[in-house]
């Protein structure tokens, strides 16, 4: 996994002609910066480091971390779990670049979607509202009945868990699954389709994770 920053959108056309549209992410460079053995944490994981700061921007517990791994203070952590045959190909100060997803044909990018506040029915969860012809109040973008569950068993009529109704919307975790890698070109990364969050944004990228039988094919012929 690495960490990167989403610069926005262009397209690429392909030798065939035609026009895809990509993602660019902007990928590291990442510090490896903590090991995490079974023997001693309790796991196995490796965590790294993404975008350098300004020491007095830092706080002294977090400068100290990431000098016991001889890199600058990190604006950014995360860890990711490796199995123990893994954890061996990884070392305090590694850097990891871009050159891991050469013979990766798919990936899974992660981010946090841009927050649109409070919304109501309509827009978070595609309610096609009240009627607009005559005899409707002022109630066209209303959800609705929200009360009506009781029973014939005696079952009160409250308003049940999970029941869909205005609230925050965006600002949570997303996950792209397999999208095309379309290049490589130094430490930009370009994937078909959108990524979720806004532009200069903090995203995470891995190899996809769960395939389906086409892309598994393709993603085994490029890595060998």
Do not use: W
Request: charge should be positive; charged fraction near 25%.
């Amino acid at each position: 996994m690495m960490m990167g920053t989403k610069l926005g959108m262009t397209r690429v056309f392909r030798d065939d002609g035609v026009n895809v549209p990509v993602t660019v992410i902007k990928l590291g460079p990442c510090v490896v910066t903590q090991i995490k053995t079974e023997e001693r944490d309790g796991y196995n994981a490796v965590q790294i480091g993404y975008g350098e700061m300004k020491p007095r921007n830092s706080t002294i517990p977090m400068i100290g971390h990431d000098m016991k791994a001889g890199a600058s203070p990190m604006r950014h952590h995360r860890e990711f779990r490796v199995s123990a045959d893994e954890i061996g190909d990884y070392e305090l100060g590694q850097e990891i670049r871009t050159d891991v997803f050469e013979k990766v044909a798919y990936v899974d990018v992660i981010g946090t979607s841009k927050g649109k506040g409070y919304a109501g029915g309509m827009k978070r969860h595609g309610f096609k509202g009240q009627l607009a012809s005559h005899g409707v109040e002022r109630k066209h973008r209303s959800p609705g009945s929200i009360g009506g569950h009781a029973s014939e068993a005696g079952g009160p009529g409250r308003i049940k868990k999970g029941k869909r109704m205005a609230g925050h919307l965006g600002d949570v975790r997303v996950t792209m699954r397999s999208l095309d890698v379309v290049r490589i070109d130094g430490d930009l990364l370009l994937v078909k389709g959108p990524v979720p969050g806004a532009n200069n944004g903090l995203v995470m990228v891995r190899p996809s994770v769960r395939l389906y039988k086409g892309k598994a094919a393709k993603a085994a012929e490029v890595a060998g």
